[in-house]
């Protein structure tokens, strides 16, 4: 075949996979909003629910799920930090590191409902949290240590070497090395897991299922210790177990949700690229 | 030479890399206030030699060092802490190694993992020793400027600087301008024999011309082993060794 040919041939489906990949989230986004948009007042989202989720607002759920995600995220990320430098610049290359690190990965790959049922056994029913924004967030944050882990494991592994050399050659202690001239460089990254947590945090179900989510609360959560309700699960029950619920509430419900995320993000997105600024090498 | 006190003595050195020999049972004391030059091939223990000295070596993982080395006649591992030794024996890289933060955070970054804080001492170490490394006059302007941002040659007196803020008592130099042109070379060799009038300095180079340009004394370092060991003018003239006159007259290495 003609090389210009196939070059173009092969362009064009290199450019058709993409197309492919980015299609669906412009679907998604577009049927969300045509179907949603309507709904958004701002009584939905500074009210509450009335006459059992068929009118009213879902001020409730959005806070809800922010107090879950700021839970799960100050738990994890300080945790999951701190493992992550204790691999990196401590352990080394041992037996116990290697096994940690299996752990990780396999605790990456469990299922999210399996979360929700030791968050049940273990901080509803064994630590008597009951069902709980603390049991909630705690087990969010539980789920999304492997990602925080892992990606703050990357960027503290692409710091150059020699800074660290350089640093204890000047008499650091390495501690100091670590907490100076390791960790500032290493933030972008660890914001960026981050991100990723958060992201999965805010829109998982399952793990929030047996350990807050209410079905239907209308009134604001008092302390950790109350149940509350949370977007993903209040879209689920919206959704499926309630009957005449107008369907511009359902996705009204699911475009709130998917700003969260993004505002999230975004936040999180600007907060590392401010970090980044100051990287010079 | 002969009257001088002694500042490094080393005996009975080896160094294994996971059961390969780095270095083999080295005798040698340092004087203080000389520029003692280290000479040999590649693969010949002259840097293992030089991060023996302030203990960077045990960063090395599977790296085994065994014999005493003094300074001052203080055992490096039981009479001193680390952090302790490596403010006193401080080295300058192969390759310009600036942090990635300003000029001053380079140079005041030992003094305040030391606890340095106040600004006033902190200035004056800065010009202190920029002055001394010679890089005062080019950067006083714009100390709060990236390091990156200097040239090689720069960064390199930079590194210098940062170790002399501390105040050591050994200057480390390892190649220290294998990186750069024969301009900023000449001024780094400048500045070392200014330099050795207050410190110790150990020099290992790559380049044979330049242990003979600045070395009071220098030693020849050969797969391990010290071959030779004496002024650098005896070595370059009248060699004991036939490997080492090998090496310096450019047969091999």
Known sequence: MNPRLSQKIAFSLLFLATLLVVLPVVVILAIIVAKGASAISWEFLFSMPRDGMRAGGILPAILGTLYLVLGAVLFAVPLGVAAAVYLVEYSGNNRFSRLVKLAIVNLAGVPSVVYGLFGLGIFVIFFRFGASILSGALTLGIMILPVIITSSREALESVPRHFRTVSLSLGASRWQTIRHSVLPHALPGIMTGMILGLGRAAGETAPILFTVAAFYLPRLPQSVFDQTMALPYHLYVISTQVPGIPENVRYGTALVLLTLVLLLNLAAIILRSRFRGKKKW | ?253
């Open chain 2, 1 to 253: 030479m002969v009257n001088r006190a002694t500042k490094f003595s080393i005996q009975g050195l080896h160094v294994q890399y996971g059961g390969m020999y780095a270095l083999r049972d080295l005798n040698l004391e340092i004087a203080a206030n000389e520029i003692f030059t280290v000479i040999g091939p590649a693969n010949s223990g002259k840097s293992t030699f030089l991060n023996s000295l302030n203990r960077l070596i045990d960063l090395e993982a599977h790296s085994r060092v065994s014999g005493m080395i003094r300074l001052d006649g203080i055992d490096i591992r039981a009479g001193l802490e680390v952090e302790a030794l490596r403010r006193k024996v401080g080295i300058v890289f192969a390759l310009p190694l600036p942090l990635p933060v300003s000029i001053y955070e380079n140079v005041v970054y030992g003094l305040r993992m030391q606890g340095v804080r106040d600004a006033k001492s902190l200035d004056a170490a800065v010009e202190r020793s920029l002055i001394e490394s010679y890089l005062w006059e080019e950067v006083k302007d714009r100390l709060r400027t990236p390091a990156m941002n200097l040239s090689g040659g720069q960064q390199q007196r930079l590194c210098m600087a940062r170790i002399l803020a501390g105040q050591p008592d050994v200057l480390l130099f390892d190649e220290p301008t294998s990186g750069l042109d024969p301009i900023s070379t000449a001024r780094i060799e400048e500045t070392m024999l200014v330099l050795k009038e207050k410190y110790t300095i150990v020099l290992v180079t790559n380049n044979v011309a330049q242990a003979a340009r600045v070395g009071d004394r220098t030693a020849f370092f050969l797969m391990g082993e010290m071959i030779e060991v004496s002024e650098t003018s005896t070595m370059f003239t009248t060699p004991a060794d036939s490997r080492t006159s090998d090496y310096i007259t450019g047969k091999f290495g």
